[in-house]
Antibody, heavy 121, light 110 residues
Framework: QVQLQESGSGLVKPSQTLFLTCAVS??????????WNWIRQPPGKGLEWIGY???????YYNPSLQSRVIISVDRSKNQFSLNLTSVTAADTAVYYC?????????????WGQGTLVNVSS | QSVLTQPPSVSGAPGQRVTISCSGT?????????VHWYQHLPGTAPQLLIY???NRPSGVPDRFSGSKSGTSASLTITGLQAEDEADYYC???????????FGSGTKVTV
């Protein structure tokens, strides 16, 4: 059974870059058939999809965040990562990683537990 | 501001039936993109509850069901139980925004 676990800095200063990693266990990122996604939830607000990476390295981002986001994959470590540049307080959120089927505009399953990132000086 | 609109809260007594609506537009639910539902307990990983309108992953009780009509979808919990107290989110894809979109979330109180 595939499991995902986020890790990274819980505190980022404004204008700096947020960096998170999602470790995949119980399955291989390179097996194909899935996209590897980042989703976030600001305090008291709804969920927002950030983007995904395929095991080949191809990516697709939320147009509203596209200019600041890079999602990459490390096949040797079976993990993928999120870089979000020029962060502001509005980027404070719980960040989740999740898997989705590659061939459809489908569902997210499973999800990681989430990690809270606070943007503050 | 979430693209898909859900009621902030619904409540019911144990054993009752509750329905959560998810209202979209012709760019998402009305464009025949699938709707999926998640159950979320704060501090834990969201769990897939229903996928592609009315399919349950293994392990999800059959008291959970989904439906769709036009530009809206619904999640129904039949025989409400105390353990169903959680936040519920719908999700689809929006062809105008070119991204996956979520509902605003509904807190179910038993």
């Amino acid at each position: 059974q595939v499991q995902l676990q986020e890790s990274g800095s819980g505190l980022v200063k404004p204008s700096q870059t947020l960096f998170l990693t999602c470790a995949v266990s119980g399955g291989s990122i390179t097996s194909g058939g899935h996209t590897w996604n980042w989703i976030r939830q600001p305090p008291g607000k709804g969920l927002e999809w950030i983007g995904y990476v395929y095991h080949t390295g191809s990516t697709y981002y939320n147009p509203s965040l596209q200019s600041r986001v890079i999602i990459s994959v490390d096949r040797s470590k079976n993990q993928f990562s999120l870089n979000l540049t020029s962060v502001t307080a509005a980027d404070t959120a719980v960040y989740y990683c999740a898997r989705a089927p590659a061939l459809a505009k489908g569902w997210f399953d499973p999800w990681g537990q989430g990690t809270l990132v606070n943007v503050s000086s | 501001q979430s693209v898909l609109t859900q009621p902030p809260s619904v409540s019911g007594a144990p054993g009752q039936r509750v329905t959560i609506s998810c209202s979209g537009t012709s760019s998402n639910i009305g464009a025949t993109y699938d709707v999926h539902w998640y159950q979320h307990l704060p501090g834990t990983a969201p769990q897939l509850l229903i996928y592609a309108f009315n399919n349950r992953p293994s392990g999800v009780p059959d008291r959970f069901s989904g439906s769709k009509s036009g530009t809206s979808a619904s999640l129904t919990i039949t025989g409400l139980q105390a353990e169903d107290e959680a936040d519920y989110y719908c999700q689809s894809y929006d062809r105008s925004l070119n991204c996956f979109v979520f509902g605003s979330g509904t807190k179910v109180t038993v």
